[in-house]
């Protein structure tokens, strides 16, 4: 499942590039307002240092966002245009229609300071599911993270579709697992869901990392991909952008469309939308 949220801003809408912890906030703030429990579950109890298996994209806005240097700063900020939107997803009805009724009943975000008024919420209608499908981060600038931590060493690697190093695992084996992991944590928390997916796919037997194949299609001819960079709570995240072909199971397929793809999803990472065919 994935809505669509519309927002004007309540002033003039600048804002830093590490504006996605803020963003996480003000979501958590209206779960609170209307599922405190939950929001706590997911903040403080058993879903900590889980899986969270919701995402949300970043800002997008029209006309597009500006880059502008101000006076005594060192990095520049963005401003964003009159009409804002970003996309929130997750397998979970009842996280998502909490997200969504908070949204309407506050009827305001706020951001880093920054104030947005919330002008719609509203249902995105699902693509035609396939074994085979294109997918492309939402937005103007959301991306994807992949990174490697070997069990010996807390050194973290952020791994990009066409970087290989000695004993890392590949970017695309990276996604794979992960994709595999996120369909145990929601058998694990919603069996119903899982069950109700494959038989809805006509297949009883559960989806394994051999089910699954993936694919990076370049932005370009000189470009295989787009990298970026976003800090949070001081710590730098890197990820990167383009789309991504998967072979996999129907119910892998909507797992995708509601939990994204890669890691750190719960921080605006990996919410993705269909692209092109393969």
Known sequence: MQIEITLAPNEASMLSFDYLHGLHSALMHCLTSVQPELAGELHDGEHRNRLKLFTFSPLSSSPKPQLVQLENESRKKMLLGKRVWFRIASPWPELLNALGEGLLRIGNLSINGKSFKVTRVTMVAPPEFSE???????????????????????????????????????????????????WQRLQEIRPDLTDAWLKDAGDGKAPAVEDVQVEFIPIDAKRPYRTMMHCVKNTAIKSWRCPVCVKAPLPLQRLIWSSGLGEQNSQGYGLVQEGKQC
């Open 132 to 182: 085979s499908m294109v997918w492309r981060p939402f937005g103007q600038s959301g991306s994807i993270c992949t990174s490697w931590t070997p069990r010996d060493s807390e050194r973290k690697s952020y791994i990009y579709p066409d970087k290989t190093e000695t004993g890392t695992p590949a970017c695309a084996q990276l996604l794979t697992d992960n994709l595999i992991h996120k």
